[in-house]
């Protein structure tokens, strides 16, 4: 089967585009506006960008009625929002959040987590999640799609302050991530959780290359 996603609906009864590049990992994050109202959303086009110095992305799509992200504007506003890590655990907290609520309504409240604070600024945190990322906005590229909902925000940052407890690292001084169970986003309405891990490690890769990989500057 082929089909070309610009000639119309796919030929399939669900789209397949979303479920082809899997697992992708959750942007939970959180923002306060300029008036102090703090709100938190899951975005599942989410990634880092660099190590060195530490980078992120996340892309949010505009509602159907062209109305602009809550958490894009506060970003935009405000100069700093928080990745907080989606595990399975938190799982229902996650979906809670992903509902389209009034900018005056606080999801922490909605979804019956706490909250802790970030050090570099006001915004709140998950204090559940076993790991944040303390995010310096840096800029905004919008791009048309086909309809409202099509267009996007692709909001870039720098990770300005990272946050892990210490009871996910193992002794190796990893993130036990079997344990974390980090909750991962696939297609239509599905998701996935990391329970496993393997390690490969790049034959004849130099000193330069495996810090490259492993993500550590210098």
Known sequence: MKYDPSAGRSPLPYSPF???????????????????VENLAPYSQWQNLTFDPPMVMFSANQYPDGRRKDTVLNAEQTGWFVWNMATYDLREA??????ALPPEVNEFD????????????STPMVAESPVHFECRYLSTHRMSGNSNVGTID????????????????????????????PLARMGYYDYATITETFEMRIP???DAEASGLEGQPG
């Open 204 to 206: 004849e890769a130099s």
């Open 94 to 99: 996650v979906n809670i959040s992903a509902m």
């Open 110 to 121: 909605r979804a019956g987590i706490g909250k802790t604070y970030a050090d570099l600024s």
């Open 154 to 181: 692709i909001v870039f940052a720098q990770v300005e302050r990272i946050h892990i407890a210490d009871e996910v690292i193992d002794v190796d001084g990893k993130l036990d991530i079997p344990r974390i169970k």
């Open 18 to 36: 979303k479920s082809c590049t899997v697992p992708r990992p959750i942007g939970w994050i959180s923002s306060v506006s300029p008036d102090g």
